[in-house]
């Protein structure tokens, strides 16, 4: 008798165990599914502070498609467009309480007024991150366009038919949307004239080809793209910067400060002979020679750009 009683104790000590386990794995099932879900559905939710974006973006919800542009959402009041004529070519559609800023245009995108009004009911002003044909294909109806003078040379080339206002930002000058500011960093080394917009608030930037291509293309020299990587370094930094948007996102290449900090290491490795480059295999923008490393490489001219 008693060693029946005991091994009914037992057995309900043992069934009591089992429920108790069977509840705890249901409730962890239902949390890993909620958060799944969650996640899925609705993947911007916990990046308004601009914290958690990461390589899930290009999932994100598409508010515009057409042949030329898709525009997905990233956060409440910021967007992504990626044309597909060169590596996913990406331009920036940032919205405040007053007015909205595209930055960067595409290669070939036909009435981007009329597709951004679709997306921001707000006015829109264009600004370029550089002026690379596959950075400014869009700004033909826009009647005036920001971009930093220094790449004034390769405009007439490369927006020979733009018929509107061309306007200089200026070095470290706030743009003002209305509840939302934009700092304009020059970030010579890409190009001569190429510039970073950081919204401090949101933690994060959008550097054009200045950084994030995975494929650094310096149409400059090594001490110019080392200065610049040096300052953006401590600009990160300084005012914590998670990560950059790139000019080519492709939905794994934000930059990060550990990387621009690479970059101003190799480029001052090359030019104190302590690394040393070797021939470009292709994909370099016509530049000859490349290192290789950390996760970018970084092409440049051997008669131009060891300086
Ligand atoms: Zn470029």
Same mark, same amino acid.
């Given at each position: ?102 930055? +960067?245009?595409?290669?070939?995108? *036909? ?8 997306? &921001?009911?707000?006015? !829109? @002003? ?113 005012? +914590?910067?998670?990560?950059?948007? *790139? ?8 930059? &990060?400060?550990?990387? !621009? @900090? ?46």
């Amino acid at each position: 008798m008693e060693g029946e009683e005991k091994s009914i104790t037992f057995a309900l000590l043992l069934s009591k165990t089992a429920i108790t386990k069977t509840i705890m794995m249901m409730k962890r099932i239902i949390s890993i599914v909620f958060a799944a879900v969650l996640l899925g559905l609705m993947p911007y939710t916990a990046d308004a502070q601009g914290t958690e974006i990461n390589s899930r973006d290009l999932r994100g919800k598409v508010v515009y498609q057409d042949d030329e542009v898709v525009f997905r959402q990233l956060d409440e009041h910021t967007w992504i467009g990626n044309g597909h004529r060169v590596y996913n070519e990406s331009l920036y559609l940032v919205e405040g309480n007053d007015r909205a800023l595209l930055i +960067d245009a595409g290669t070939r995108i *036909p009435e981007l007024d009329k597709i951004v009004a679709k997306i &921001t009911s707000k006015p !829109v @002003t264009m600004m370029l991150t550089h002026a690379h044909g596959d950075h400014v294909g869009g700004v033909g109806p826009f009647p005036e366009v920001y971009l930093n003078a220094g790449d004034m040379p390769i405009v007439p080339n490369n927006m020979r038919n733009y018929k509107g206002q061309i306007k200089y930002l200026n070095d470290g000058e706030v743009i003002d949307l209305g509840g939302r500011e934009l700092e304009v960093i020059f970030t010579p080394g890409h190009t001569a004239g190429s510039a970073t917009f950081f919204d401090k608030a949101k933690h994060y930037g959008f550097s054009g080809d200045a950084f994030g291509s995975t494929n650094l293309l310096v149409f400059t020299n090594l001490s110019t793209e080392m200065y610049t990587a040096e300052r953006i370094e401590n600009y990160m930094k300084k005012n +914590d910067i998670h990560f950059l948007f *790139p000019g080519h996102y492709s939905g794994d290449n934000l930059e &990060t400060l550990q990387r !621009v @900090t690479d970059i101003k290491n190799m480029c001052r490795e090359i030019l104190d002979g302590e690394r040393k480059p070797t021939i470009s295999n292709g994909n370099n923008g016509g530049n000859d020679m490349m290192v290789d490393d950390k996760g970018v490489r970084i092409n440049f001219s051997s008669r131009s750009g060891m300086k």
